[in-house]
């Protein structure tokens, strides 16, 4: 099974609204764990944001599958905007995961503007790259959606990526980052 994989960043230190708290990465880790295992996943394509992405990639490498990066940027500038700003170290876990990924040829920068139009063009990527994966190895593509399960509008990517992939035809599962009780298929 190839995973296209997109979530929730930490939240800010002053969010106003949680939608993953710092706290809850313990069981977050945990729950993606459980699903990638689940659903037998051989290969994982995500971006590497702090929170879901790096979780993610984290545990799929852990689990021995192959890893798919996709950036909308190129490392430094991802690393700046999408990793190091929020509370947690992931810088570290970032720099292992990326120059993992790209020692095996599984780094891919997608040239767009440097705008919120990179985030969404980096979203439809992933799902090109998991389906096209899916095709090349005759395993099926679900796409995992790691967030809190309300959209925050017409800006919120994580649910522009699931509904991109049920539009593709891809079953989506949600592995939710709001509660400490809470997982959703």
């Not at 890893?67 to 909308?72: A, E, F, Q, S, W």
Request: neutral net charge; proline residues 4%.
């Amino acid at each position: 099974m190839i995973i296209a994989a997109a979530g929730r960043r930490i939240d800010a230190a002053d969010a106003a609204q949680p939608r993953f708290p710092l706290r809850n990465v313990g069981i977050v880790r945990a729950r993606v764990r459980a699903m990638l295992q689940k659903l037998g996943a051989s290969r994982l394509v995500s971006s590497a944001a702090c929170g879901a992405d790096l979780i993610a990639l984290a545990e799929a490498g852990s689990l021995g599958l192959r890893r798919k990066v996709i950036l909308p940027f190129d490392r430094e500038y991802f690393r700046k905007t999408s990793v190091a700003d929020r509370p947690g170290d992931w810088g570290g876990l970032y720099d292992q995961i990326v120059e993992q990924v790209q020692k095996a040829g599984e780094l891919v920068i997608v040239p767009e503007a440097l705008d919120e139009r990179a985030y969404s063009a980096a979203n439809r990527r992933i799902l090109d790259e998991a389906i096209s994966l899916g095709q090349q190895c005759h395993e099926p593509v679900t796409a995992m959606s790691i967030w809190d399960g309300v959209s925050r509008g017409d800006d919120d990517l994580t649910a522009a990526f699931a509904v991109e992939a049920r539009n593709r035809g891809l079953p989506v599962v949600e592995v939710r980052t709001d509660r400490p009780d809470t997982v959703k298929e």
